[in-house]
């Protein structure tokens, strides 16, 4: 790209509104198991540069991995369009990391927990 293209893009950047949910952090579920952090590299960094990828490596996270890019208009790129795309017979799901679902979910539990002594220590 020259210097005119990437002040073209970075005024249409300046006048985008991206929705709330849009993040640098990328979620990606049903990955295949065997896929290497190379062949990872290989399928994102065509959208954009990529700060890190982290791939999980337990049972429960496998086939899953968090990738982070430098900037945010390149991770909306890949959402747009690596969600679905088959990589080794497997349709993957490309997702914003929304942090706060989690701790939402574990807020909950520590509420109901919380309850569920009072009600025994109270007899209700």
């Known amino acids: 790209r020259d210097i005119s293209e990437e002040a073209t893009m970075s005024a249409m950047r300046a006048n985008a509104r991206l929705p709330p949910e849009v993040n ?14 190379d062949e990872m590299y290989d399928i994102f960094g065509k959208y954009g540069a990529i700060r890190q990828i982290r791939m999980g490596n337990t049972p429960p996270t496998l ?6 890019f430098e ?27 929304q942090p706060g679902r989690t701790n939402k979910k574990q807020e909950l539990k520590a509420k109901a927990a919380n309850l569920a002594a009072l009600k025994k220590q109270y007899g209700i």
């Open 63 to 68: 086939g899953k991995a968090f990738v982070v």
């Open 24 to 37: 640098r952090i990328l979620f990606v579920k049903n990955l295949p198991f065997k896929i290497t952090a």
């Open 71 to 97: 900037d945010i208009y390149d991770a909306k790129n890949a959402v747009d369009h690596l969600s679905g795309f088959n990589v080794c017979g497997r349709y993957i799901i490309v997702l914003y990391h």
